[in-house]
């Protein structure tokens, strides 16, 4: 009976125990919000929803959603671009001090107002309409982004404002492409750049 009892506090100090080491070490967690985006996967400008069902000890995965405008070119009049993409997103901050620091609120409390960075990367994919000619075009890209998301951790709600500038590689059967030629003989680079507040 007692070597069974210690078996089970045992087991229930495991269990605490892994629990605490998977405690979310970011302090910048939101559930949705809003991304403006130009260029990246739009692919000229967009606004998006975006949304975080799944979060790690030091991770997230999120998934967008969106609606984009494209300026009429070629022949083509102005359209509309419908972008959807899914990310995962690795924190690069400093853990073992930002555990430190949320360890140890009798000593020091934690800021107010604060940055944390992380890696995105995924797949994404925009369907353009030209309704003026009826012309439809796809595009596959891969993201790999840099993002800094600032809390603003004052009452009632914690703020997030996100700012990312990203690498959109697109997807052809022969492999990815950094940039496309024009017409002009200049070269377009797959690249983009966005702002988000939480909602």
């Known amino acids: 009976m007692i070597k069974n009892k210690s078996i089970f506090i045992g087991l229930l ?26 260029f ?12 975080v069902p799944l979060r790690y000890h030091k991770s997230y995965i999120s ?12 022949g083509n009049g102005a359209g509309i671009s419908f972008p959807v993409g899914v990310s995962y997103n690795f924190m690069l901050n400093n853990l073992k001090a930002i555990r430190s620091r949320m360890m140890n609120k009798c000593k020091s409390m934690p800021a107010k107002v604060a940055m944390e ?21 796809n ?19 914690l703020r997030v404002i996100t700012f990312k500038v990203s690498v959109n590689p697109r997807v052809y059967k022969d492999g990815l492409k950094f940039y496309e030629k024009t017409i002009y003989g200049g070269k377009n680079f797959f690249g983009g750049f966005a702002i988000g507040f939480s909602i």
Do not use: C
Not at 13 to 28: G, K, N, T, V
Not at 63 to 74: D, F, H, T
Not at 117 to 122: H, L, N, Q, R, T
């Open 13 to 38: 100090f495991l269990l605490f125990a892994s629990a605490a080491h998977a405690q979310i070490m970011y302090r910048s967690r939101y559930k949705s919000a809003l991304l403006l985006e130009g």
């Open 139 to 157: 595009y596959f890209n891969a993201l790999l982004a840099l993002k800094g998301q600032m809390f603003i951790d004052i009452p009632p709600k």
């Open 40 to 51: 990246g996967l739009s692919p000229i400008m967009s606004v998006n929803y975006e949304a």
């Open 63 to 74: 998934g967008r959603v969106g609606l984009g405008y494209m300026p009429a070119s070629l």
């Open 117 to 137: 960075y992380f890696v995105e990367m995924g797949p994404g994919y925009s369907h353009v309409i030209y309704p003026s000619t009826n012309t439809n075009r």
